[in-house]
């Protein structure tokens, strides 16, 4: 398709989208309404939202439309997973230049479609606006399917600690990126495309998670917010997590220790989560660690690593410079 977004107009770009969705079975009126009908069988929705700014989130020179197409889906149906549900729909607001070429706004949608499909979700509709900066206002909804969600505030002492998905792959890929090479592969496509584990929430869930998070901002940091919620102290053991041998060599050569990659790089989507001890673990899932007990009176909770504070960088935050 040739062309720009300016050209086609606001209505014509509407059209080329929502003409690449396929309806799913949660989705009883999909777009070309004024809103979408989602099927909510457990008469509950679990929502998220997340915002991506090009140059702050993305490059189009690091990233295809349709890898932040990926991206950008499987930042916020991980959420949804991470809470014990089911992703069943998401919905794009869309900010783009007028000379921006029409197929980079329609490839964007091929690749929130394709990641949507791998999650069992839909997407359900949105808005489109003129603007200098490219930017996607994502929100995603879930089903509970009866279960109840898994929040970050009720990990008890005692409990183990366990992640399953990749840990420090976008960060090692970002860190490639940054110093302008594009291999090794695997790191690079991890950035770019994450590969959240959207079935291992509700599974979790089903086998008695007691706290659980979607790690996006790095390990350390949003197993903080599950110490803080749930006000207790965590204890994670270094030598449990799995640092692959081609990680390993990507540090050497950029002298940055492979570990911090693992618990302090973020995007990559995990699942984190507390059990009571005794619960039998699927293989994906990994235990790293301890739920040490309940925190001092009026502190928030803490993180430690082999017993000790993690003094490196704890993760990512907007606001941090």
């Known amino acids: 398709m040739q062309g720009t977004v300016g050209e086609l107009g606001e209505f014509g770009l509407i059209r080329e989208l929502t003409a690449r969705l396929p309806k799913t079975p949660a989705v009883e009126l999909g777009p070309g309404d004024d809103a979408a ?67 980079w706004a329609t490839e964007l949608m091929d690749g929130l479609r394709d990641e949507c499909q791998v999650a069992g979700a839909g997407v359900v509709g ?8 490219i930017t996607l206002a994502i929100t995603a909804l879930g089903d509970l399917q009866g279960r109840a969600p898994v929040t ?13 998905g990749w840990l420090g792959w976008s960060a090692a890929g970002l860190t490639v990126l940054a110093r302008g090479f ?85 995007e990559d989507h995990a699942i984190a989560a507390t059990f009571p001890p005794g619960v039998q673990l699927p293989a994906r899932w990994r235990v790293v660690g301890t739920v040490t007990g309940a925190s001092r009176p009026g502190a928030r909770g803490r993180v430690t690593v082999d017993g000790a504070p993690w ?10 410079e």
């Open 37 to 103: 009908v989602v099927t909510a069988p457990d008469g509950r929705v679990v929502a998220t939202t997340d915002v991506l700014i090009e140059g702050r989130h993305f490059r189009r020179d690091w990233s295809t439309a349709y890898d932040v197409g990926r991206k950008s889906a499987a930042q916020n149906l991980a959420d949804i997973a991470a809470m014990g549900a089911v992703p069943t729909a998401l919905l794009l607001g869309l900010v783009v230049p007028a000379d921006l070429p029409t197929t």
């Open 126 to 133: 949105g808005d489109v606006v003129r603007g200098e900066t």
């Open 152 to 164: 970050r505030s009720g990990a008890q002492p005692g409990d183990v600690v366990a992640v399953t």
């Open 182 to 266: 594009r291999s090794p592969r695997a790191f690079v496509e991890a950035h770019r495309r994450p590969e959240p584990p959207y079935h291992a929430g509700p599974a979790a869930a089903e086998l008695g998670a007691t706290a659980m998070i979607d790690v996006s901002d790095g390990l350390v940091a949003d197993l903080g917010h599950v110490a803080a919620a749930s006000a207790v102290d965590i204890d994670l053991r270094a030598a449990d997590f799995d640092v692959p041998a081609q990680m390993a060599d990507i540090g050497q050569a950029v002298g940055v220790d492979p570990l911090v990659w693992v618990l302090s790089g973020g």
């Open 311 to 320: 003094e490196r960088t704890a993760g990512w935050d907007h606001f941090a």
